[in-house]
């Protein structure tokens, strides 16, 4: 599989955006799917994470209430809709495949079990 990553551009503080990635080449609901992300001079961090089957999500702590992360099997994407954007928010962020699929809840959250990624898209907050 492929993945696309779309979405990102320049917002205000308190503004929203949503991201997507689309895959190609093979279904995407056969992945646990994640957004990491990666600011100026910071290491790359995990965002959110989706199982393969839909049910359950995983999010980074500084996320959580303003971040969401969902899939639609039909248009074989995954979304990460974030709203009340900060400037700590500005990174590049990038999608993630997982398969076959980590059991682990923790392991959703764990960089090293992501076997494709997409080519990042940049978030720029401005404060």
């Known amino acids: 599989v492929q993945l696309q990553a779309s979405g990102g551009g320049l917002v205000q503080t308190g503004g929203s955006l949503r991201l997507s990635c689309t895959g190609s080449?093979?279904?995407?609901?056969?992945?646990?799917m994640a957004w990491f992300r990666q600011a100026p001079g910071k290491e790359r961090e995990f965002v959110a994470a989706?199982?393969?089957?839909?049910?359950?999500?995983k999010y980074e702590d500084s996320v959580k209430g303003r971040f969401t992360i969902s899939r639609d099997n039909a248009k074989n994407t995954v979304y990460l809709q974030m709203n009340n954007l900060k400037p700590d928010d500005t990174a590049v962020y990038y999608c993630?495949?997982?398969?076959?699929?980590?059991?682990?809840?923790?392991?959703?959250?764990?960089?090293?079990?992501?076997?494709?990624w997409g080519q990042g898209t940049l978030v720029t907050v401005s404060s």
């Open positions: 080449g093979r279904s995407l609901s056969i992945y646990n």
């Open positions: 989706i199982r393969s089957g839909g049910g359950s999500t």
């Open positions: 993630a495949a997982d398969s076959p699929p980590v059991a682990v809840y923790s392991a959703l959250a764990d960089g090293r079990f992501y076997d494709v």
